[in-house]
T-cell receptor
Framework: GQQLNQSPQSMFIQEGEDVSMNCTSSSIFNTWLWYKQDPGEGPVLLIALYKAGELTSNGRLTAQFGITRKDSFLNISASIPSDVGIYFCAGLANFGNEKLTFGTGTRLTIIP | DGGITQSPKYLFRKEGQNVTLSCEQNLNHDAMYWYRQDPGQGLRLIYYSQIVNDFQKGDIAEGYSVSREKKESFPLTVTSAQKNPTAFYLC????????????FGNGTRLTVT
């Protein structure tokens, strides 16, 4: 099956710092999604990207669909305590959510 | 408010017992999915259903069963044949058209001892 490499696995940052994480794939995707999961909860969709090169923002979050269609990154600016959680990327090569491939997640911790 | 409801939040069972996890959605989504989440791993697809009375195996269907008798409901049974059932189980739903991302429930944590 397709492989998604998400990095870093974990991040420890101070409040106010910017955050950057990325996902790379061994093959081409047509859709990239970024989700955030709070402890003990289900993932919540942050940003959806449908076009190569697309750069989309949602408040302090910005995500880009790589030109090669094999990667995507998520940036968080000026982190705040509620940003803590696990961030997952997910990619889709063909139509049909049953084919969605998830990354292994980036755990974000904010040091007081 | 529209959403996906999973119950119960926590479930404890003895080894050898079957257990059924509930998932209900009022988003009028045709498609529903069950995922399993283990620490440090991405979500893995167990079963999915794109229409009532029809469902398909995902990547890790062994030891699980589902039914889809109503559009709103997609219960998952973890059978005694599942070798390692302790996990966090997530239900999701979506429209079936293109560019229709998954919406997740809040999960059920199953512990089997």
């Amino acid at each position: 099956g397709q492989q998604l490499n998400q990095s870093p696995q974990s991040m420890f940052i101070q409040e106010g710092e910017d955050v950057s994480m990325n996902c790379t794939s061994s093959s081409i995707f047509n859709t990239w999604l970024w989700y955030k999961q709070d402890p003990g909860e289900g993932p919540v969709l942050l940003i959806a990207l449908y076009k190569a090169g697309e750069l989309t923002s949602n408040g302090r979050l910005t995500a880009q669909f790589g030109i090669t269609r094999k990667d995507s990154f998520l940036n968080i600016s000026a982190s705040i305590p509620s940003d803590v959680g696990i961030y997952f990327c997910a990619g889709l090569a063909n139509f049909g959510n049953e084919k969605l491939t998830f990354g292994t997640g980036t755990r974000l911790t904010i040091i007081p | 408010d529209g959403g996906i409801t999973q119950s119960p939040k926590y479930l404890f069972r003895k080894e050898g017992q079957n257990v059924t996890l509930s998932c209900e959605q009022n988003l009028n989504h045709d498609a529903m999915y069950w995922y399993r989440q283990d620490p440090g791993q991405g979500l893995r697809l167990i079963y999915y259903s794109q229409i009532v009375n029809d469902f398909q195996k995902g990547d890790i269907a062994e030891g699980y069963s589902v039914s889809r008798e109503k559009k709103e409901s997609f219960p998952l049974t973890v059978t005694s044949a599942q070798k390692n059932p302790t996990a966090f189980y997530l239900c999701a739903s979506s429209l079936t058209g293109e560019n229709s991302p998954l919406h997740f429930g809040n999960g059920t944590r199953l512990t089997v001892t």
